[in-house]
């Protein structure tokens, strides 16, 4: 009983802190695996590219996929409540005092600066995902040649010049081509 009530805290600290969205969250992932034995950052990863391609904001999918990680269907159900459960209460004080502060100097040199620091936390977590997808972070000092993930180098290179040449290309076409690059290059 207490994992569950840990979970809670923990995403829900992550939905409090978060701002930015589903990216944002990364920070707070990252920081679980080296205190929580839920998942790994090789199941991170896995993690990202799943919330990615599947439907729903991308938080709440990494919620709810750790959370069965951690603790099954319940589990998932907890991480997730967590998560959103901060959005909820915020939406609801906003809500009842927005109006009144909306022309509040205070409050929109607040939301201003809100922008930065959701794209800081966002910049963030892409180089966290580039270094996770790019190199074996595990080999850093013990073998070169293993550092580097070749197959998963070539298909980013395959995709940017795809995407630089072919902007009309629809994005659901590149997360089909990478799953199948992946089934075939077995990364």
Not at 114 to 132: E, K, N, Q, T, Y
Not at 170 to 180: K, T
Request: glycine fraction near 8%; aromatic fraction near 14%; hydrophobic fraction near 60%.
């Amino acid at each position: 009983m207490m994992e569950y009530l840990i979970l809670y805290v923990e995403f829900f600290k992550a939905g409090l802190f978060a701002v930015g969205g589903g990216l944002a969250t990364l920070p707070f992932l990252k920081a679980m695996i080296g205190t929580h034995p839920w998942f790994t950052a090789t199941e991170l990863t896995n993690m990202i590219a799943i919330s990615e391609s599947t439907p729903g904001p991308m938080g709440v999918n990494m919620a709810t996929f750790a959370g069965f990680h951690a603790g099954g269907v319940f589990g998932s159900l907890i991480a997730t409540f967590g998560l959103i459960s901060p959005s909820i209460i915020i939406i609801i004080i906003v809500s009842k005092i927005l109006d009144k502060f909306r022309s509040s100097k205070t409050v929109q040199n607040a939301f201003y600066a809100l922008r930065p620091a959701s794209a800081g936390l966002i910049i963030g977590a892409m180089l966290d995902v580039f270094l996770m997808a790019m190199f074996h972070l595990d080999y850093w000092k013990v073998d070169m040649a293993k550092f580097l993930n070749i197959p998963a180098i070539l298909i980013f290179v395959i995709s940017c010049i795809c995407i630089w040449k072919w902007d009309k290309i629809h994005p659901i076409c590149f997360i089909i081509a990478g799953a199948v690059f992946g089934v075939v290059f077995a990364l």
